[in-house]
């Protein structure tokens, strides 16, 4: 599976994004997504996952109520909709593809990885 991760920019606090991740390959139903994201100078850190069929969907505290995870199988398509974005969401966002079609909250599980895409939001 390859993916390719897009919609990341500069939004101010408060405002909205959506990210999408396109997925190549006709396995893309079969695996569960996940949608992770690192800023300068700290660890990868889990943001949302969502199961191979959208049935279940998980979210990290911090962004719980704020985000939201999609998926479109017929498209190949995961989202994360981020609204109410605050200064420490800023961070490099990558989506996932994990080995399973649960989900999982660790980065090391997920065998498949896009390129990322830079969401800043200024104060």
């Known amino acids: 599976v390859q993916l390719q991760a897009s919609g990341g920019g500069l939004v101010q606090a408060g405002g909205s994004l959506r990210l999408s991740c396109a997925a190549s390959?006709?396995?893309?139903?079969?695996?569960?997504m996940g949608w992770f994201r690192q800023a300068p100078g700290k660890e990868r850190e889990f943001v949302a996952a969502?199961?191979?069929?959208?049935?279940?969907?998980d979210y990290a505290d911090s962004v719980k109520g704020r985000f939201t995870v999609s998926r479109d199988n017929a498209k190949n398509t995961v989202y994360l909709q981020m609204d109410s974005l605050k200064p420490e969401d800023t961070a490099v966002y990558y989506c996932?593809?994990?080995?399973?079609?649960?989900?999982?909250?660790?980065?090391?599980?997920?065998?498949?990885w896009g390129q990322g895409t830079l969401v800043t939001v200024s104060s």
């Open positions: 996932a593809a994990y080995r399973y079609r649960g989900t999982s909250l660790r980065w090391d599980e997920y065998d498949y």
């Open positions: 390959g006709r396995t893309f139903s079969s695996y569960g």
């Open positions: 969502i199961t191979y069929n959208g049935g279940s969907t």
